[in-house]
């Protein structure tokens, strides 16, 4: 023991030496951490009286009261119409798009136009959209419709094409060779190949139409978001408790029946 | 089944199979049928709704430049700011909470759940609902925004993280341990170098989505772009909400070929 701790003088290099790209990177993090706290007037009193004030914001919180069920209710059931109307509309006008943007089936004059389309809806948040979807049809629950079809559009379309694109192209081939339509060609060459893919982005999507159903009302595009907001305007923290608890129930329950749809299929 | 049956029909899925599948399209079709019969969409605002949008567009066009050195700028710094340190402050959370559900790093089942548990209720809650409980804490402003984005963040990020931690090559740990090193020392020298590349990809992408979704935080008071968003627009001057439309989509934009540049550049 003694022989082979001689050998190791202190002066041996670390083999693991801290590159100095890692060292710039945490210099700039820290340059910015102090930059950006002293032009946004953050400090750290703010942010422990913040946290002081949090047990009387949980204790105005539970109990939650769930006496108003019957607004409650009827909040829940308009986003779940939202989440389902749009889910539907919004499936099936991407699986249009998505064919219509794959560059394997399509020539990119039709492609390169609704690829576009396809990232514009993306680019905007929902509530963006939903903000001028309340101008345009009022407000109500067609805005969040109209909001959360365009939010599908922009998100599966664009998975629904990535699919398609990455198809084997024998079959194709071998349905083409039959002298089969175009539209033949989609149902029995593309279709089967996609469809179990096409069943998890759906499903995903309605997922997630869920949960921006439940938001979109804060902007008054129906559905319990609005419920939601004026329950804190109103300072009814107990309600609020109880509208969480029903939006996190309701979006649990999804989430374990479209793992059921996918199991299924 | 005899073979002679099957040799007559054939069919791509059992009984049970057709049975399952025709039971979700029996669910969706009905689910369908209910939210269209029962929701309440008034039609007629449904015709009126181009001419509203052209109504719309007209008052929105020319594009109102003159605000934007005066409040749209500002308030767009603000809001990556707010994006920055809320992706920066989600890391100090979303780690711990990533390491505690690998199952590679943490043996236990029940911490795994406890981990679980957090990451799972942080992506239940939208980041508009995380801001408004925080305005309720911090008062409005850019920190309940920073907050709302750094709590709805750790999620995402703690997912996926503990996802990547626990598909590393378990060749190289068990080669660290051998030589006695340390807890600390297996974790920056055995996992963190296979681990790296999708945490700098996660990171990323989780500050690109949180530039979008700072942009709207301000909506319901959390500091940002979207304050001076909704202030245009209660105010209906819709030329200079359409100017902070078109300046949300170019910094929506940039923000994206940035991350594209830097994730090419890095992994």
């Known amino acids: ?265 | 089944m005899t073979t002679q049956m099957i040799d007559e029909q054939w069919q791509r899925f059992t009984f049970s199979e057709r049975l399952a599948r025709f039971a979700v399209y029996l669910c969706l079709v009905s689910a369908i049928v209910w939210s269209w019969q029962t929701v309440e969409v008034i039609p007629e605002f449904l015709y009126d709704a181009p001419s509203q949008f052209m109504d719309m567009f007209e008052r929105m066009v020319p594009l109102d430049y003159t605000s934007y050195p005066i409040s749209i700028h500002g308030a767009m710094i603000e809001t990556l700011h707010i994006a920055t340190l809320g992706t920066l402050f989600t890391l100090v959370l979303a780690i711990p909470l990533a390491l505690l559900n690998a199952p590679n790093i943490t043996p236990s089942k029940t911490l795994n759940w406890i981990a679980q548990f957090f990451l799972v209720s942080s992506r239940s809650v939208n980041s508009l609902v995380w801001a408004l409980l925080f305005i309720a804490l911090f008062g409005p402003g850019v920190l309940a925004g920073i907050m709302a984005i750094a709590i709805r963040s750790i999620g995402f990020v703690g997912k996926l993280l503990a996802e990547a931690i626990a598909e590393v090559n378990m060749g190289t740990i068990e080669a660290l341990r051998a030589t006695g090193a340390s807890w600390g020392s297996i974790l920056v020298k055995g996992y963190w170098p296979q681990v790296m590349p999708a945490f700098y990809s996660i990171v990323l992408f989780r500050w690109d989505i949180n530039v979008r979704e700072s942009a709207v935080l301000g909506l319901v008071g959390a500091g940002g772009i979207g304050v001076v968003l909704n202030d245009a627009q209660n105010l209906f001057e819709w030329q200079k909400v359409s100017m902070i439309l078109v300046s949300i989509f170019v910094v929506v934009i940039v923000a994206e070929a940035v991350v594209i540049q830097i994730r090419n550049r890095l992994i």
């Not at chain 1, 993090?29 to 914001?57: C, N, P, W």
């Not at chain 1, 690829?115 to 969040?144: E, Q, T």
């Not at chain 1, 998100?155 to 089969?180: M, P």
């Not at chain 1, 649990?252 to 793992?259: A, C, K, P, R």
Request: charged content about 10%.
């Open chain 1, 1 to 265: 023991m003694a022989g082979l701790t001689q050998g190791l003088p202190s002066k041996t290099e670390n083999p693991f030496k801290s590159s100095w790209t890692s060292r710039a990177i945490i210099a700039v993090i820290v340059a910015y951490l102090i930059y950006s706290f002293s032009t946004l007037g953050l400090t750290f009193e703010r942010l422990l009286i913040g946290f002081g004030e949090s047990d009387r914001l949980l204790s105005r919180m539970f109990p939650p009261d769930f006496s108003r069920s019957g607004l409650l209710l009827s909040g829940i059931a308009e986003s779940l119409q939202i989440a389902i109307i749009s889910s539907f509309f919004g499936i099936v006008i991407s699986l249009f798009l998505g064919l219509l943007a794959a560059r394997n089936l399509m020539p990119s004059i039709v492609s390169i136009p609704v690829r576009g389309f396809i990232a514009l809806c993306r680019s905007f948040h929902p509530v963006i959209i939903a903000i001028l979807f309340v101008k345009a049809v009022g407000f109500g629950a067609l805005a969040g419709i109209l909001t959360l079809v365009f939010a599908s559009i922009g998100f599966i379309a664009k998975l629904f094409a990535e699919a398609i694109e990455e198809i084997s192209f024998k079959q194709v081939e071998a349905i083409r060779a039959t002298g089969a339509s175009f539209v033949s060609v989609i149902v029995y060459a593309v279709m089967p190949q996609v469809f179990t893919r096409f069943i998890g982005f759906a499903s995903y999507q309605l997922d997630s139409n869920l949960r921006n159903s439940t938001m979109v009302g804060i902007v008054g595009a129906g559905g319990i978001g609005g419920t939601l907001f004026s329950a804190f305007q109103r300072f009814d923290y107990d309600f609020v408790a109880a509208i969480l608890m029903t939006i996190i129930a309701l979006i649990l329950v999804g989430e374990f029946l479209s793992n059921i749809v996918r199991r299924v299929f």
